[in-house]
């Protein structure tokens, strides 16, 4: 049994998704103190356009703000950007800022997300090599692309395709770098993974199987040099190879972590008075089994929605099928659920691409498809009502898994 609490002067560490979700979710909750969001970025912004946007016209902070200065005004909800917290008070009593400035809480929410991950090899700092995680970075790679651009993305998985796609789109050259023949494979399964993957060569950029081994600088070119592979002439270089959460203020105050902040049920950290949530925090059961953390949308959504439930005191909702979506050359991805481990995939074709679904023990655990929202929707349905399906009518591309919902009334 929960017991409410008065979480008092709110400080919260971070304002992507996460944070923002819980700011908004304790005045939604009925929280009416004050609530403070704190982050050395511009403003509190959404992240998946920089992938897919950054070459739009309208490509700014303001158009990817999650609210207006009046509208965190209207909440009550102050920020501070531009500064980066220096260190926090694991009793969770105020947060150090780098201008030496301290704000004061009650209560302290981590959800300073994660920091893209860089290639340990020779060349990797040059001038011309970059990641994309912030607006800066989308900015900078922005400015050195143009058409006729020759640009070398290393690393196939979300972020490298999407990002392969939008400069495509941009008028640059592609080439796309990844160890890993077919990338995807545990998120969406073998079948669609290959199909999304064949559509980069079928779109004009070139995919190259191999370990990036340097980044040498050839006059005014970079070359990337591909261990038994090409040597590849670029005039810019994205490395998109995973996150790295960051943990550092989190380990300096004594807050336990092991590739993320630990958190229970509700968010807490080992410091009571300190919760996290987003791609930063990682779950802990009563046990002591952990989980793999989550970089999904949805996931830091939701997230910090339920944090927001944890600093209360109130009881955390149940969460139903995990969900993600990507965009690239054109179409649509969506996934729920689990497509590995146990059970048996279900491919469903008839149209421009096929769906795919996993079966355990007769119920749906789950499903992908491209441009087929409701195909999706109605699997993330069935799988968090635990609705026995068969994989007849699973590839049979003539009945609508509404339909199986219905069915089961």
């Known amino acids: 049994m929960s017991t409410p609490r008065d979480a008092g002067r709110v400080v919260i560490v971070g304002a992507g998704l996460a944070g923002f979700s819980a700011a908004e979710q304790l005045r939604a909750l009925g929280h009416e103190g004050p609530i403070t969001l704190i982050d050395s970025e511009p403003a509190a912004y959404d992240r998946p356009p920089l992938s897919k946007r950054l070459f739009d016209d309208d490509f700014t902070v303001d158009s990817l703000a999650f609210a207006t200065a009046e509208k965190l005004q209207a909440k009550r909800i102050d920020a501070i950007f531009g500064r980066t917290v220096a260190s926090i008070d694991p009793s969770g009593?105020?947060?150090?800022?780098?201008?030496?400035?301290?704000?004061?809480?009650?209560?302290?929410?981590?959800?300073?997300?994660?920091?893209?991950?860089?290639?340990?090899?020779?060349?990797?700092?040059?001038?011309?090599?970059?990641?994309?995680?912030?607006?800066?970075?989308?900015?900078?790679?922005?400015?050195?692309?143009?058409?006729?651009?020759?640009?070398?993305?290393?690393g196939a998985g979300l972020i490298g395709a999407e990002l392969a796609s939008s400069l495509l789109h941009a008028g640059a050259g592609v080439t796309l770098v990844d160890p890993v023949a077919v990338p995807l494979l545990p998120a969406v399964g073998e079948v669609l993974a290959t199909h999304l993957h064949d559509m980069h060569a079928t779109h004009g950029v070139e995919v190259v199987v191999g370990v990036t081994a340097a980044i040498e600088q050839h006059g005014d070119r970079l070359v990337v040099a591909v261990d038994e592979g090409p040597r590849l002439e670029a005039d810019l270089v994205v490395v998109g190879v995973g996150l790295v959460p960051n943990t550092e203020l989190a380990a300096d105050a004594g807050i336990e972590t092991d590739n993320g902040i630990l958190v229970d049920a509700a968010y807490r950290t080992s410091a009571p008075r300190v919760f996290a949530a987003g791609d930063v925090a990682r779950r802990r059961d009563d046990d002591g089994s952990l989980h793999r953390r989550e970089e999904h949308w949805e996931a830091a959504q939701l997230s910090g929605q339920h944090a927001a439930y944890g600093m209360l005191g109130l009881e955390v909702p149940?969460?139903?099928?995990?969900?993600?979506?990507?965009?690239?050359?054109?179409?649509?991805?969506?996934?729920?659920?689990?497509?590995?481990?146990?059970?048996?995939?279900?491919?469903?074709?008839?149209?421009?691409?096929?769906?795919?679904?996993?079966?355990?023990?007769?119920?749906?655990?789950?499903?992908?498809?491209?441009?087929?929202?409701?195909?999706v929707r109605a699997a993330r349905r069935l799988i968090d009502q635990r609705i026995p399906v068969s994989e007849a009518e699973l590839a049979d591309p003539g009945v609508a898994l509404r339909s199986l919902l219905r069915a089961a009334r």
């Not at 692309?145 to 290393?154: K, S, Y």
């Open 93 to 154: 009593e105020y947060v150090s800022l780098d201008d030496g400035s301290v704000v004061e809480a009650d209560t302290v929410l981590l959800t300073v997300g994660g920091r893209a991950r860089t290639l340990q090899i020779p060349g990797n700092d040059l001038p011309g090599v970059h990641v994309l995680r912030s607006f800066a970075d989308a900015v900078a790679i922005r400015d050195r692309v143009a058409p006729g651009t020759r640009g070398v993305v290393i």
């Open 318 to 375: 149940a969460r139903g099928a995990t969900w993600f979506w990507s965009d690239r050359h054109g179409v649509h991805l969506e996934a729920t659920g689990r497509l590995s481990g146990p059970g048996e995939i279900v491919v469903r074709d008839g149209g421009a691409h096929p769906a795919v679904f996993l079966v355990e023990d007769g119920v749906l655990v789950g499903a992908a498809a491209v441009d087929d929202n409701n195909t």
